[in-house]
C-alpha cells in the first residue's frame, strides 16, 4: 500500500545494508504527511547465482530441421522496438509454445484470432500459409471461411517492425535467422451456428511443406454484445476518416473513436452567424456505426477550448462569443441525442492542463502553445446540456482541479500514480472517469488496459493517444495495423464477454431456475476473488499493475484462460450447451 515496487531488495556487492526505496507519489486524496512504522518480521540471505538462459540449447531437441512452429497468445511480450538501450530484444520461444494444434473459443459475432510464430536457423525461402479448402467444417457441414492472414518479419534480427501486411500469396524470403509472426484470423457471423469447426493449415516454405497444423474453433452458443455504454477507442489524428482506415480500425472491436482533426461542417444562418450542419454530421454517425462505434464519437478538433491550437473549429467558427458556443453545442446535443441508436458524443475540450499554466490565446506566429492551467471554460458544454458528456486528458497531478468542470474527464500519462483511492474519490463526486491508454505497447498491457483496467477501475471510456502513431502506419502507400492491435482486439473482447457474463448473472438471479441461480453465485465469487488480485492499482510505469505482468509471475495463458472462463460461466447462468 506504500508504493514499494518490489517484494525483495538486492544487496550491492560487499554491501552490509538493503535499502527499500518507495515508489509513491503524494496523492491530494491523502494527507501530504503520514507517519508510519516499518517491523522486519524476517530477513532471509540468498546467495544469488549468475545464470545466463541459452534458449539456442533450450530448443535444440525441437530444431531437428532447424525450424520451430510456435503459438503464444497475441498479448505477450514479441520483442522491443523502444527502448534504445535494448531495442535489439526479442521473445524466444519456450519449448512448450510448439504449435502441435491451434484451438480456441469463439462467441458468435467475435474476430477469432491465433499468433503463430516460426523461428528458424537456416534460410526458409518464402514462407506460405495455406488453410485447406479455405475454411474450417463443422460436423454439420457449415464452413466458416478463413478471414484473413497477416504478417510481420519480428524482431529477430533486430528490424523493430511491429506493422503487419496481409498475406496474400507467400511472403518474402527470410534472412537466415529470423522469428516471423502470422495472424490468422476467423470473423465469426451472428448467426453461426454452434458448433466445432475444423480444419487443416499448412505451413510451406517454397513448394516444400513444413508443417501441418490442425486447427479447431469452438463457436459457442452465445453471442458477443455490442457495447453502448463504454467507449473504447483511440485519437485518430494525422489521417482523415475514410473507409480504409475504418477497415483496419474496426478489426479491433473498437466501441468508440476521437475525430481529432474534427467531423463537424458550418454554414452561415440567416442571422449571419455560423452554424453546425446537422444533416451531414448524422450521415458520419450512421456510417462510423457501420463500423462497429456504437458507444461514442469523441469530438477534439471540433470542441477544443484550450489555448494550446488557439481554440478548436466550432469556438472559432463562432468567434469566440460564448453564448454562441453555448447555442450550437444545445443544438448537435439535442439532434444526436434524439437518436438513441447513434453513438453518443464526447466533447474533449482540453488536453493536458497544467497546474501552473497561463489561460492565453496565443497567436500562431508566436509558435508557443501553453496548456492552459484548469479553468471553468472547461466547462462550457456541460453549461450548455447538464448531461453532456465532456472531457479532457489530464494528468494525477492537476486531478482535483480539473475535476469540477467534467462529466468523464480521462487519467493521462496514462494511468500512472492512479489506484482504487483515486477511482473512489471521482465517484464520491459524481463523475465518471477514464483513461488516455499507451498506445502501441509490444506486451501484455496492449490487452490489460482496454479490458481488465477498465473492469477492475469501473471507468467507461479509454482512448489510446494518437492511432497513427504507433498502433497504424501507412508505409509505401498502404495503410497498415500494429501487432499489438492485435492484443488491444483480444482485450476488447474481454470487456465485452465481462459485461456479457454480468448480464448473464443478473438473467439467471431472476429466473426460477435452481441450477442457473447456483451457476450465477459461483460466477459472482470467481469475479469477487479477480477482483481482489487486478484492482487496476498502478506503479509510476505506464499501466503496469502493482503486481506484474501475468507472463512474469509465469502464467503467460493468464488472459485466454480467464477470457474462456467468464464465457464458460456465462453459458452456465444462461443454460445454454458448452461446446467442448
Avoid at 441461480?517 to 492499482?537: F, I, K, M
Amino acid at each position: 500500500d506504500w508504493g514499494l515496487p518490489e517484494m525483495h531488495a538486492r544487496a550491492a556487492a560487499d554491501a552490509a545494508e538493503l535499502k527499500l526505496a518507495l515508489d509513491q507519489r503524494v496523492q491530494f486524496v491523502r494527507s501530504p504527511y503520514q507517519p508510519g512504522t516499518w517491523w522486519v518480521d524476517d530477513v532471509v540471505l540468498l546467495e544469488q547465482p549468475e545464470v545466463r538462459v541459452r534458449f539456442d540449447r533450450l530448443l535444440q531437441p525441437q530444431l531437428k530441421d532447424n525450424v520451430f512452429v510456435f503459438r503464444r497468445p497475441a498479448n505477450m511480450n514479441l520483442g522491443s522496438v523502444d527502448d534504445p538501450v535494448s531495442n535489439d530484444y526479442c521473445a524466444m520461444p519456450y519449448p512448450r509454445e510448439k504449435a502441435d494444434k491451434l484451438e480456441r473459443i469463439a462467441l458468435r459475432g467475435q474476430r477469432a484470432v491465433f499468433l503463430l510464430g516460426v523461428y528458424h536457423t537456416r534460410p526458409l525461402g518464402p514462407l506460405a500459409l495455406r488453410l485447406k479448402d479455405g475454411a474450417l467444417r463443422a460436423s454439420s457441414g457449415e464452413r466458416l471461411p478463413l478471414t484473413e492472414i497477416e504478417w510481420t518479419p519480428g524482431f529477430l534480427p533486430p528490424r523493430r517492425f511491429r506493422f503487419l501486411r496481409t498475406v496474400a500469396g507467400s511472403v518474402p524470403p527470410a534472412d537466415p535467422q529470423g522469428m516471423p509472426y502470422f495472424v490468422i484470423s476467423f470473423q465469426v457471423p451472428r448467426q453461426a451456428a454452434p458448433g466445432r469447426y475444423e480444419g487443416q493449415l499448412d505451413l510451406l516454405a517454397g513448394d516444400a511443406p513444413l508443417r501441418t497444423i490442425p486447427v479447431v474453433l469452438k463457436v459457442q452458443d452465445l453471442e458477443l454484445p455490442v457495447l453502448r455504454d463504454i467507449s473504447v477507442g483511440a485519437i485518430l489524428q494525422t489521417e482523415r476518416l475514410t473507409d480504409e482506415v475504418l477497415r483496419q480500425y474496426s478489426k479491433s472491436g473498437f466501441t468508440g473513436i476521437n475525430v481529432g482533426r474534427g467531423i463537424l461542417e458550418f454554414e452561415t444562418g440567416s442571422d449571419g452567424k455560423q452554424h453546425v450542419k446537422l444533416e451531414p454530421l448524422g450521415k458520419i454517425l450512421d456510417w462510423l456505426l457501420g463500423y462497429g462505434i456504437t458507444s461514442r464519437v469523441t469530438l477534439w478538433g471540433d470542441a477544443d477550448l484550450g489555448p494550446q491550437w488557439g481554440g478548436g473549429r466550432l469556438l472559432r467558427a463562432v468567434r469566440f462569443d460564448k453564448a454562441d458556443f453555448l447555442a450550437e453545442v444545445k443544438r448537435v446535443e439535442e439532434y444526436v441525442q434524439a437518436r438513441p441508436h447513434w453513438p453518443r458524443l464526447i466533447w474533449m475540450t482540453w488536453d493536458e492542463p497544467q497546474p501552473n499554466g497561463s489561460f492565453e490565446f496565443v497567436p500562431p506566429e508566436e509558435k508557443r502553445r501553453p496548456h492552459g492551467a484548469p479553468h471553468p471554460i472547461m466547462a462550457w458544454p456541460l453549461e450548455a446540456v447538464p448531461n453532456a458528456w465532456n472531457t479532457v486528458d489530464a494528468g494525477f497531478y492537476v486531478w482535483d482541479r480539473i475535476l469540477p468542470y467534467f462529466s468523464l474527464p480521462n487519467l493521462d500519462e496514462p494511468a500512472n500514480f492512479a489506484g482504487p483511492e483515486l477511482y473512489e474519490f471521482t465517484r464520491q463526486r459524481g463523475k465518471q472517469f477514464g483513461f488516455a491508454g499507451m498506445a502501441g505497447a509490444l506486451d501484455e498491457r496492449a490487452r490489460y488496459q482496454v479490458g481488465m483496467m477498465l473492469i477492475a477501475s469501473g471507468a467507461i471510456n479509454f482512448q489510446y493517444w494518437h492511432l497513427t502513431l504507433k498502433m497504424m502506419a501507412r508505409l509505401d502507400g498502404q495503410l497498415l495495423r500494429s501487432i499489438s492491435m492485435v492484443a488491444t482486439g483480444e482485450g476488447t473482447d474481454d470487456l465485452k464477454i465481462h459485461h456479457l457474463l454480468r448480464e448473464a448473472i443478473e438473467e439467471a438471479r431472476r429466473s426460477a431456475d435452481a441450477i442457473r441461480t447456483a451457476a450465477a453465485r459461483e460466477a459472482e465469487q470467481y469475479l469477487e476473488r479477480l477482483r481482489t488480485v487486478w484492482n487496476a492499482d498502478h506503479r509510476k510505469d505506464q499501466s503496469y499493475p502493482y503486481l506484474g505482468l501475468a507472463a512474469d509471475w509465469g502464467y503467460d495463458q493468464f488472459y485466454e484462460n480467464w477470457q474462456e472462463r467468464m464465457a464458460r460461466y456465462a453459458a452456465a447462468c444462461k443454460g445454454v450447451k458448452w461446446i467442448e
